[in-house]
């Protein structure tokens, strides 16, 4: 790995079951505050930490899963405060 600050997380839910990312899996996320369009990343939104694809618009963002159950979530940073990206996916480690 580069150099950076990496940090791991679990994986909870099947919105990402289509980049083969699964309930239990281990993804290794390097700590950075923007991504690029079409990245995975780690997100907060309140209190809780979401993994999705992220595409940035001109005034706002759409986290999208990797499962058509889910419905793309669209936010603007300058109405929603409460959310931000924290980390890019970089590996999952699939647990048997």
Known sequence: LDNGIFFYLTAKGDSMIGARIHEGDLLLIRKQENVENGEIAAVVIEDECVL????????????????????????????????????????????F
């Open 52 to 95: 999705k694809r992220v595409y940035k618009n001109k005034n706002s963002f759409t986290l999208i899963s990797e499962n058509p159950s889910y419905p793309p979530k669209e936010f603007n940073p300058k109405t929603d405060k409460n959310i931000r990206i924290i980390g890019k996916l970089e590996k999952s480690i699939t647990q």
